[in-house]
């Protein structure tokens, strides 16, 4: 053991100075760095926005209904019932939200999979290279139809160090992920041994046919994933938002195809919150643990992030080892992390 009392006073002070100059040096990372003891958490489901959100309005999560409307009136292009909260979340500043969100994953030690056009996403990996894992999807815009060329999707993954294929949302197109106008980029997927996340089940937000007349419930349904997974043995996919509501047929999947995982994105927080602890539980319930990740869909609103980690802690159905497999170790797994993602 070392014992500075044994040392000749010179030594000794040289010493104590080593000391000294090495809090000294520690001392700045130390406080800046108040995530230290926060446990670690990944949200595989993160979108690269961009920073200004004309007509963003404060957000109360988990509203307790969808209200009905009447086509002979002005309807608004989402259906949730307009509802008070304390506190609300709130949209980010004009051009402050990747600063906002960023300083969230760092205060809550979050490490998220961020998927976008490859520009944005890049934006968002520079920014803040240990925290953000990148992913970039084959549709250009959602729900438009237009495709991304095949050869510079493969240059995203195989030089471009993306590393999930999505958000794939084929449900705005009206499309089965089992299509086969769609098959070659799974093939892609496949072939250079990267996971695919795929939107199956919420959408529509009440009002469907008014702000996205291309979605189908229908085709958000798990087992449309089949014929792909058929086609595709090895590929590993991320239903993203758990093809809520849709439990039956996701429990149906995920007992017959174990590399399919789900995540809990979007539903977590727009879906009142005793149906979304109700649909967690029964996917854990039914066996499925090592299978759920937590995701937020994060958009708009910088503290959603927080918000939504909450739900999961504070689930008194799920023990604190399903907490933390539902929050950091399925996402290691599933996207084959050694850990050196977070801190
Ligand atoms: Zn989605």
Redo the contacts with the bound molecule.
Sequence with gaps: MFNPKKLRTPRLIRWLQFVAALVMTSLPSLAQNTSMHVPPVIDV?VHAMDGSFPGAVPMCPNTSKFTASDPRDKEAPFGWVQEDCTPKLYPAANGEYMKDVLAEMERLNVTAVVFGDPKGVEKWKEAAPNRVIPGAGFQEGMGGGKRVALDELRKSFAHDGFKVMG?I?LQYEGLSPSDLAVDKYFALAEELDVPVAI?MG??GSGRANIAMPGFRGSKGDPLLLEDLLARHPKLRVQV??AGYPMIDNMLTLLQANSHVYVDV??LIWSYPLKEVNRYIERLVDAGFEDRVMFGT?QLVWPKLMSYSIGIIQNADYLTSDQKRDILYNNAVRFLRLDGKESK
């Design positions: 489901h958000e949302g939107h919420t959408g993203m938002h994105a979007g869909d």
